[in-house]
Nanobody, 116 residues
Framework: QVQLVESGGGLVQAGGSLRLSCAAS????????MGWYRQAPGKQRELVAT????????YADSVKGRFTISRDNMKNTLVYLQMNSLKPEDTAVYFC?????????WGQGTQVTVSS
């Protein structure tokens, strides 16, 4: 089992910035990829950004150039999402995800609210 704990959400004005953190613990060996997804009210959960064990990143088109995913290289179990130039449409619950041997693990989520 992998446990994921997110932190860093909150309320911010449009144009502002937030940084989300995700800490993985438990059976972390062989985690292949970690990332962030989000779910707005009434919408499906969608990919925001991912980073692989090898460091390759992937972003949703809607956040390219504004969000950056990174990890603590000393501890491959810490992943960050730096969110700049936030827009009201970025408002959602953000979930940390870890993929290990084809199994997806999820955190509890952290609320991000962007006011106009």
């Amino acid at each position: 089992q992998v446990q994921l704990v997110e932190s860093g959400g909150g309320l911010v004005q449009a144009g502002g910035s937030l940084r989300l953190s995700c800490a993985a613990s438990g059976s972390i060996f062989l985690i292949n990829k970690m990332g962030w997804y989000r779910q707005a009210p009434g919408k499906q959960r969608e990919l925001v950004a991912t980073i692989t064990r090898g460091g390759s990143t992937n972003y949703a088109d809607s956040v390219k150039g504004r969000f950056t995913i990174s990890r603590d290289n000393m501890k491959n179990t810490l992943v960050y999402l730096q969110m700049n130039s936030l827009k009201p449409e970025d408002t959602a619950v953000y979930f940390c995800n870890a993929e290990k041997v084809g199994i997806n693990y999820w955190g509890q989520g952290t609320q991000v609210t962007v006011s106009s």
